[in-house]
Each structure stands twice: as C-alpha cells, then as structure tokens.
C-alpha cells in the first residue's frame, strides 16, 4: 500500500522567504514521488520527481526537494518565494507496478507582498 | 503540441441526472487515466486505460461510473444517475508508455456539481 501525508492545508509566505512545504510518504516498496503544482484555473504540472537516481531532486521555478528515506519525508522548498509561486500544491507516490499515482490533500500557498 | 484537454470546463446538474466527461489525451498516449478530487479531500485514482482497454478500474466508486475508450484515443466518463457526493473536480491524465518513471501530464479538469 503506498499513501502520503501533507501537513498543512495552507501555507502562507512572505514574498522573499523561504518556502517549505511537507510531505510524509508510505511505502511497502522503494516508492517513486512527486511535487505537482495547480495554479488557478489549470491542470496538474509536474514539478519535479524523485527515481532513486539521486536525493536532491531540482525541479522547475526554482523549487527542490530532497528525500529521506530514514524519515520517509519528501519535503519541497524554495529559498525566495515569489508571488507567481501561489498556487496548490500536491505529493505524490507511486510505487511497485502500482501506475496509479496517490496524492497527498494538498497544500494552497499564499504569497504575501 | 497539444496537453490533454477535458470537456466541459463546468458542469451543473441535478441530482438524478446524466453527465458524460471528455478527455482528449496527448496524441501518441497510450495510457490514458482518470483521477477525482471531492471537495476538500485528495486527488484519487479511478481508472486506467491502456490504448481502449481498462488496465485497472480498482478505484472506481460505484457502479453509476462507466468509462469508456472507443478506439484508443479520447475518453468518455458518464455518471448515471449522478447522486450529491459525485460532486467534484474529475482529472484526465495520460502518459506515452507504462513505466514507472513515466510522466503523467493533466489536464484542467472537469468541475462537476450536483445540485
């Protein structure tokens, strides 16, 4: 069974700091997971994935995440938040032969000027 | 190139009656998939095709959902008869092949609303 944990329905940052959003996973297996953005009005757009090639997965606009398999955590950050960042933001895990992708509840963040 | 695209944007219906989703994937994907987000609660999975074969409907709620995938390359999902909890933004996915690296890309989604 493969499942994630978001904490944290909102987020709210200044414009500038960092940003830190988090994300706890389960997994029988070694899982394969995800960041995905939703701005408003939008589909689904990976931001980044981790295949075990490598802990510190860089991702688009900026943002990163590392994984940490002792403490099943796949946290996505970004040092300086900009106003365009504000959106939803899901974790995700797929893991086995499991194609389906399990998705975490999601975490709105609000960018304050 | 095109992404996916779901038709309607928007959908209001009462309680009772039918509604049908269009997803058209990317061209050249053979895997097309299809995800739900009741209000408030996580993105599930409700099924899979691989070109017009259902691959895994495992998380198809009930049996009011019927998905279908005519020749392999748009997708149809019909709620019938649509009932208050179907209530939802429903996400059309595809990706080229099946492996586990593969990338999913979506689409905008459909609002449902049953009134």
């Known amino acids: 069974a493969q499942s994630v944990t978001q904490l944290g329905s909102h987020v709210s940052v200044s414009e500038g700091a960092l940003v830190l959003l988090r994300c706890n996973y389960s997994?029988?297996?070694?899982?394969?997971l995800f960041w995905y953005v939703q701005y408003p009005n939008q589909g689904l757009q990976l931001l980044l994935k981790?295949?075990?090639?490598?802990?510190l997965v860089k991702g688009i606009n900026g943002f990163e995440a590392e994984f940490k398999k002792s403490e099943t955590s796949f946290h996505l950050t970004k040092p300086s938040a900009h106003m365009s960042d504000a959106a939803e933001y899901f974790c995700?895990?797929?893991?086995?032969?499991?194609?389906?992708?399990?998705f975490g509840t999601g975490t709105k963040l609000q960018v304050i000027p | 190139e095109a992404g996916v695209t779901q038709f309607p944007s928007h959908s209001v219906i009462e309680k009772g009656q039918t509604v049908t989703l269009r997803c058209d994937p990317i061209?050249?994907?053979?895997?097309l998939y299809w995800y739900r987000r009741v209000m408030g609660k996580e993105i599930k999975f409700l099924l899979h095709?691989?070109?017009?074969?259902?691959?895994?409907e495992s998380g198809m709620p009930n049996n009011r959902f019927l998905a279908e995938r005519t020749g392999g390359t748009y997708s149809t999902l019909k709620v019938q008869p649509a009932e208050l909890e179907d209530s939802g933004v429903y996400f059309c996915?595809?990706?080229?092949?099946?492996?586990?690296?593969?990338?999913?890309?979506f689409g905008p989604g459909t609002r449902l609303t049953v009134l």
């Open positions: 996915a595809s990706s080229q092949d099946s492996g586990v690296y593969n990338e999913q890309f």
């Open positions: 997994s029988s297996v070694p899982p394969y």
């Open positions: 981790y295949t075990s090639a490598a802990t």
């Open positions: 995700a895990v797929r893991s086995g032969g499991y194609q389906k992708v399990t």
């Open positions: 061209s050249g994907h053979d895997n």
């Open positions: 095709f691989v070109k017009e074969s259902k691959q895994d």
